[in-house]
């Protein structure tokens, strides 16, 4: 068994040009889904998987991410004076979630430099990354089997989801074979957004990995890729393809719920899919939008 993984590292240094002008002066990670920034379900989703250790690599512009992660005596200090109790405990819930650290991307190089980025922090220990672009539903598990996979089989691991044909160009593409488990399989190939119908099958690699620190030194050497951007699919397909090296990459298959944050069609699908089953709001909103959806054409 390898050693208790816990650390966490989450690349947030992208523009949001899908996002502007909302983005312009504003790190998209920011950007509230429903009440709490995108960002603070993503870490709240590796803590709840025993991550205690979170590197963001982030870069210009996201200095309220280091805002939100730390503490705002102020508004505490108001809080507690007029005995707001509820607010209070949430504008503390993301200050001590984790013991946070950053550091900048630098050159806007692509996700394997981002990746690349956090070699000297994670050292030579097993670690996940978690694109924040993607949300996990928290009544599904993923990360924490993924980690327990890891740990099983000495190797690293990707999240994988069956999508539809007419997707498969938005992702990094698995050729996979069967293990004993229903929900692990073996990748035996993988390729960044191919074109469509290209695809080498319909399973698309979703934002959450769980690494070897092999993997540094194969993005050193990974060249540019599809976008010109390093790619990390591009580096672990070097994983897979030299299972001996590192102990290949496998897949678990994720069958639960999943919210893209990333383009502005679908955040507005993941605001409308979660405010709908919070007891807080899904009541009087279920009703409103059974009629809203009446009016339309
Ligand atoms: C990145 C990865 C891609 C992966 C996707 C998951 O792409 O490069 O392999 O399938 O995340 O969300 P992006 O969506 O950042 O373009």
Do not use: C
Not at 55 to 78: C, P, Q, W, Y
Not at 245 to 256: I, K, N, Q
Not at 274 to 290: C, F, I, K, S, V
């Amino acid at each position: 068994m390898a050693n208790r993984i816990t650390k966490a590292v989450i690349p947030a240094a992208g523009l949001g040009t899908r996002f502007l002008p909302a983005t312009k002066a504003m790190p998209k990670e920011m950007l509230p889904v429903v009440d709490k920034p995108a960002i603070q379900y993503v870490v709240e989703e590796a803590v709840e998987a025993g991550l205690t250790d979170v590197l963001m690599i982030t870069g210009r512009n996201k200095s309220a991410l280091e805002n939100h992660f730390d503490r705002v005596g102020e508004l505490e200090a108001v809080l507690e004076r007029k005995g707001d109790i509820d607010r209070l405990r949430k504008v503390n819930e993301s200050t001590r979630l984790a013991e946070m650290h950053y550091t900048r991307q630098g050159d806007p190089l692509g996700l394997g430099h981002a990746v690349l980025r956090a070699k000297m922090h994670v050292g030579r220990e097993p670690f996940a990354v978690l694109l924040g672009d993607d949300l996990i539903d928290e009544r599904d598990e993923l990360l924490s089997r993924m980690l327990e996979v890891q740990g099983e089989r000495d190797a690293s691991v990707v999240a994988l989801l069956e999508v539809e044909p007419s997707q498969t160009h938005l992702y990094g593409i698995a050729t996979v074979e069967p293990t004993g488990d229903d929900d692990v399989v073996r990748v035996t190939g993988l390729v960044e957004k191919p074109a469509p119908g290209e695809q080498p099958s319909n399973f698309a690699v979703i934002g959450r990995y769980v690494l070897r620190p092999e993997v540094f030194e194969v993005l050193e050497h990974t060249q540019p890729g599809k976008g010109g951007e390093i790619q990390l699919t591009d580096a672990l397909q070097v994983l897979a393809a030299e299972s001996e090296r590192a102990g290949g990459v496998y897949g678990v298959v994720f069958r639960g719920r999943r919210y893209d944050t990333g383009d502005r069609l679908d955040y507005i699908k993941a605001i409308i899919q979660l405010a709908a089953d919070r007891d807080d709001l899904g009541p009087e909103l279920r009703p409103w939008l059974a009629s809203f959806v009446e009016t339309l054409d």
